[in-house]
């Protein structure tokens, strides 16, 4: 299966450290951010991985052609213009389209998930996509109905809500994990804008299309993004290799 990295963002949330750097390359204990990933992701035999690139895109190439990571690496080229998650998506169309789903991977997400269950899950509901989820404080929620289908978003801070599928139940509002396993389908589907994010695509499609929840408990899924959970994430690897 097919995977993809979204590893193109500026990281603004991890200035200064990517004043000089793309966020991919931020070191997490001795591993750049991209490496851990792209390994745990070889280790589940994903098979070629897409990179999408633009802030610092000639550092992150470079480190990504002088290693052999034991699979193919493609680069989805956004250095003319940051086209946000959905649209840097969907500019990389023709590196996944096919007859598979395929997985994809924030590059500032920290994970212990079975790929290999969330893979299963979503091949045996037929979903347009499948979407890594757990119950933890967010500002921003993801509403989900009793079936697990996506039925809206709501921006806790704000009051904000945003509700796409009707429901008569009450909906359980969970954070997005950064992992979703998409079907190829999504490529035959329309956004009206050059620039969205993956979120804003799915609320677009899901009146009609089914977007599941796959909800996890014990895994770890830490967002990288922010500094002060990369020293955590170093810790926890350090304890991870005495094991």
Same mark, same amino acid.
């Given at each position: 299966?097919?995977?993809?990295?979204? &590893?193109?963002?500026?990281?603004?949330?991890?200035?200064?450290?990517?004043?000089?750097?793309?966020k991919?390359?931020?070191?997490?204990?001795?591993?750049?951010?991209?490496?851990?990933?792209i390994?745990?992701?070889?280790?589940?035999?994903?098979?070629?991985?897409?990179?999408?690139?633009?802030? %610092?895109?000639?550092?992150?190439?470079?480190?990504?052609?002088?290693?052999?990571?034991? $699979?193919?690496?493609?680069?989805?080229?956004?250095?003319?213009?940051?086209?946000?998650?959905?649209? *840097?998506?969907?500019?990389a169309a !023709?590196?996944?389209?096919?007859?598979?789903? %395929?997985?994809?991977?924030?590059?500032?997400?920290?994970?212990?998930?079975?790929?290999? @269950?969330?893979?299963?899950?979503h091949?045996?509901?037929? &979903?347009?996509?499948?979407?890594?989820?757990?119950?933890?404080p967010?500002?921003?929620?993801?509403l989900?109905?009793?079936?697990?289908?996506?039925?809206?978003?709501?921006?806790? !801070?704000? *009051?904000e809500?945003?509700?796409?599928?009707? +429901?008569?139940?009450?909906?359980?509002?969970? &954070?997005?994990? *950064?992992?979703?396993?998409? +079907?190829?389908?999504? %490529?035959?589907?329309?956004?009206?804008?050059?620039?969205?994010?993956?979120?804003? %695509?799915?609320?677009?499609?899901?009146?009609?299309?089914?977007?599941?929840?796959?909800?996890?408990? @014990?895994?770890?899924?830490?967002?990288?993004?922010?500094?002060?959970?990369?020293? $955590?994430?170093?810790?926890?690897?350090?304890?991870l290799?005495? !094991?």
């Open positions: 299966m097919k995977a993809m990295i979204l &590893a193109a963002g500026l990281g603004t949330r991890l200035q200064p450290l990517t004043d000089s750097l793309p991919a390359l931020i070191p997490v204990g001795n591993k750049p951010m991209i490496q851990h990933v390994e745990r992701l070889v280790r589940y035999n994903f098979n070629p991985i897409v990179v999408n690139v633009h802030h %610092f895109a000639d550092q992150l190439i470079d480190f990504l052609k002088n290693n052999d990571f034991g $699979t193919e690496i493609i680069i989805s080229d956004e250095r003319n213009k940051l086209l946000d998650t959905g649209g *840097g998506l969907l500019h !023709r590196f996944l389209d096919g007859h598979e789903s %395929f997985l994809v991977h924030n590059v500032d997400v920290f994970s212990t998930l079975d790929l290999n @269950d969330m893979v299963s899950k091949l045996e509901t037929g &979903a347009l996509a499948t979407v890594a989820v757990q119950e933890r967010s500002n921003r929620q993801l989900f109905d009793s079936e697990g289908i996506l039925t809206g978003w709501e921006n806790i !801070r704000t *009051g809500k945003i509700i796409v599928r009707r +429901s008569y139940e009450k909906l359980h509002p969970l &954070a997005f994990g *950064g992992i979703h396993v998409i +079907s190829p389908e999504i %490529f035959k589907c329309h956004y009206p804008k050059e620039i969205f994010s993956i979120i804003d %695509f799915y609320l677009h499609l899901a009146p009609q299309k089914k977007i599941l929840e796959y909800r996890y408990f @014990d895994n770890l899924c830490m967002d990288l993004g922010k500094i002060e959970n990369i020293e $955590t994430a170093r810790k926890i690897l350090e304890i290799s005495t !094991r």
